[in-house]
């Protein structure tokens, strides 16, 4: 498989929600809670096992034009799939 064909998901124990106190997103795991940076929530909100990475930074594209969403979005996907955040 190719990490452009890769069709990353939340993994199930893992719950993304948005934080009204703190104005974030989270990811909330068994004994661990993440505080997400605008990007980070924005891509792991679109992994949904349906769309591809390759659709996942085309989507992304229009929201960040001025980022390298092309490099940043597989090394971000695979920084948190060895978390084991992503399957």
Known sequence: MTT???RPAVAPAVILRHDPVRGTDLLVMP??????????AAVLRLCDG??????????????????????????????????????
């Open 4 to 6: 452009g064909a890769w």
């Open 50 to 87: 349906g769309r591809t990475v390759t659709e996942i930074v085309d989507e992304l594209r229009g929201d960040f034009p001025e980022a390298p969403v092309a490099a940043d979005v597989p090394e971000f996907l695979a920084q948190v799939r060895a978390e084991g955040w992503v399957r």
């Open 31 to 40: 004994e661990r809670i993440v505080m997400l940076n605008d990007e980070a």
